[in-house]
């Protein structure tokens, strides 16, 4: 089973208004997930006070979903959010389709933002379609407009142990959006080369890899991001330290960046996203709304990765620790193609001795500036 969120906005409490919006996002949220009425489970669905002409409910049943839990709610009356909102909570049996990563609907300015988790300012207004403020004072050059304004990237680049996916994973779950680990895909090509006995410094014999791979990517019952090689779900083989240091290796060849950045652009069309790696801000999503270059001492990082391999029970001392990140870092920033720098345009940001809620606080704020 999944569970798709949707939200949508009116302009009017009627009953045609909030009719027709539940209508158009129910059928959206189907359409998106390729999902039929047989496989809805049950809907709830919550307006905000000012929505008291009509259930949206009757919209579901008005669309022949009869046989799934319809139930109603009033939303919490928070000051600031988002007034005259409908949103939708749809439980849909994927078992056919297997593991499956829910696309979720946000439509007429409904934002997943809520002032009430973010501490922030109010959601636009929904008559209006999401505006930029004028850009605050500031050093970075202009943004140029997204493609695609009702979709949200983050981009979130650093060197390794920064503390970039600890970030990433708590800005997509505060957002309600999908968090990539875009690492993990290269772990998963150097997992392939290892498995399969390929040098990893033979460039040639790596690229004819990459003419057979598949790399897929799905999300579990708990959000965290699995994935398959092949036909064969790795995600627990992809951080030793064998894999790591090939990974690094790999990464500097165009034909593996080129596939796996075609992927992740193609996620990043789809939903909204919080994607973390080295070249995500400069490469794969250049039109980001927020772009992060998180950093941290390489002491703090070497630190951090001792404590990860000691949690999993592997032996490593802080100098070897040391020595392999130093040695990645030196492949990353300096390698020809897509090296690991910070974009002009990216807020920069030094994880040392700073709590990980106030750094989500701090990248949900620059969303909000955006
Ligand atoms: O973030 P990580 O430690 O899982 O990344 C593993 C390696 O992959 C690292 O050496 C840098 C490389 N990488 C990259 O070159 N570009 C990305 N977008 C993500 C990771």
Same mark, same amino acid.
Not at 49 to 57: E, N, Q
Not at 135 to 138: F, I
Not at 198 to 201: D, L, M, Q, R, Y
């Given at each position: 089973m999944i569970c798709i969120r949707g939200a949508t906005t009116v302009t009017e409490n009627t009953a045609e208004a909030i009719l027709a919006a539940t209508s158009e996002t129910l059928q959206e949220m189907m359409k998106q997930n390729d999902c039929g009425i047989s496989q809805i489970i049950s809907i709830v669905f919550s307006a905000t @006070? %000012?929505? %008291?002409?009509?259930? =949206?409910?009757r919209a579901a049943r008005e669309l022949g979903i009869t046989e799934a839990g319809l139930f109603c709610v009033q939303e919490m009356d928070v000051p600031g959010s988002l007034p005259m909102c409908i949103r939708l909570m749809m439980h849909v049996d994927v078992l056919s389709k297997g593991q499956y990563a829910a696309k979720h609907v946000y439509s007429q300015g409904a934002q997943t933002l809520r002032p009430d988790i973010t501490n922030n300012e109010p959601a636009p /207004?929904? !008559? !209006? =379609?999401?505006t930029r403020p004028p850009?605050? /004072?500031?050093k970075r050059p202009p943004r140029k407009k997204p493609p695609q304004s009702s979709i949200i990237a983050i981009a979130i680049d650093g060197p390794s142990g920064a503390g970039k996916s600890t970030v990433a994973k708590a800005v997509a779950e505060e957002l309600g959006i999908m968090y990539v680990d875009t690492g993990a895909m290269y772990r998963a090509v150097a997992l392939n080369c290892i498995k399969d006995g390929? @040098?990893? /410094?033979d460039e040639s014999a790596v690229q004819k890899i990459m003419q057979n791979i598949s790399i897929d990517i799905f999300y579990d019952q708990q959000g965290r991001q699995r994935v398959v090689l092949n036909g064969e779900e790795v995600t627990e083989q992809l951080h030793s330290q064998k894999v790591a240091d090939a990974t690094s290796v790999i990464a500097t060849y165009s034909k593996v960046r080129e596939y796996l950045v075609a992927i992740q652009q193609e996620i990043a069309t789809k939903q909204s996203v919080v994607m973390d790696g080295r070249d995500i801000g400069t490469k794969v999503l250049p039109f980001a709304q927020v772009k992060i270059f998180l950093d941290a001492t390489l002491e703090e990082r070497a630190r951090r990765r001792l404590l990860e391999f000691e949690a999993k029970g592997e032996t490593a001392t802080l100098a070897t620790v040391i020595n392999a990140l130093k040695l990645r870092d030196r492949r990353d920033k300096s390698r020809a193609n897509s090296p690991l720098m910070q974009a002009d345009d990216a807020v920069y940001i030094k994880s040392d001795g700073v709590p990980v809620p106030q750094i989500v606080q701090q990248i949900v704020a620059e969303l909000h500036k955006s």
């Open positions: @006070k %000012d929505l %008291d002409a009509v259930y =949206p409910a /207004k929904p !008559t !209006t =379609p999401p850009e605050p /004072k500031s390929v @040098k990893i /410094k």
